[in-house]
């Protein structure tokens, strides 16, 4: 089951990047200021969350913005992320279908994001939906993704 998360959603959703953050050792600033972040941005609009499970057990963040290359929006898929002991069982997919059919109901037609070489099992999810980390062809140059802090 995958629902829309709501600004009441908040703190499951803290503690669900909070989580995600500590099991990659990267930088979390808690799931209070998660919480109180994603809040703001889901009351103004500016991430869509889906959640699934009864935990709730995995999420997806998105961000539109305009697109540079055609009039309609760009999608980002911030974070998606399921709990370790509910891998395997189709949230993930359910999670990127839900994120797919809000993108194409927006208007977006582009949906990019980033994920490290070494998360094999995320890799295989977005491939086997038509992801490619390959240039313009299946044989073109692979695609590498940068980031700084600023």
């Given at each position: 089951?995958?629902?829309?998360?709501?600004?009441?959603?908040?703190?499951?959703?803290?503690?669900?990047?909070?989580?995600?953050?500590?099991?990659?050792?990267?930088?979390?600033?808690?799931?209070?200021?998660?919480?109180?972040?994603?809040?703001?941005?889901?009351?103004?609009?500016?991430?869509?969350?889906?959640?699934?499970?009864?935990?709730?057990?995995?999420?997806?963040?998105?961000?539109?913005?305009?697109?540079?290359?055609?009039?309609?929006?760009?999608?980002?898929?911030?974070?998606?992320?399921?709990?370790?002991?509910?891998?395997?069982?189709?949230?993930?997919?359910?999670?990127m279908?839900?994120?797919?059919?809000?993108a194409?109901?927006?208007?977006?037609?582009?949906?990019d994001?980033?994920?490290?070489?070494?998360?094999?099992?995320?890799?295989?999810?977005?491939?086997?939906?038509?992801?490619?980390?390959?240039?313009?062809?299946?044989?073109?140059?692979?695609?590498?993704?940068?980031?700084?802090?600023?």
């Amino acid at each position: 089951m995958v629902r829309r998360a709501e600004p009441a959603d908040a703190e499951a959703i803290g503690r669900l990047l909070h989580d995600f953050s500590t099991e990659f050792d990267d930088y979390t600033p808690g799931p209070e200021k998660f919480a109180r972040r994603l809040r703001e941005l889901i009351e103004t609009d500016e991430a869509t969350v889906f959640l699934a499970g009864d935990g709730p057990d995995g999420l997806a963040i998105l961000r539109f913005r305009p697109s540079l290359y055609s009039e309609n929006l760009e999608c980002y898929l911030a974070e998606l992320y399921v709990v370790p002991e509910r891998r395997g069982h189709g949230l993930g997919r359910s999670l990127m279908e839900a994120a797919l059919a809000e993108a194409r109901s927006r208007g977006a037609d582009h949906m990019d994001l980033g994920t490290s070489e070494d998360d094999v099992a995320a890799r295989a999810l977005y491939e086997k939906l038509g992801f490619t980390n390959r240039e313009g062809k299946p044989d073109g140059p692979v695609m590498l993704y940068y980031e700084r802090d600023v």
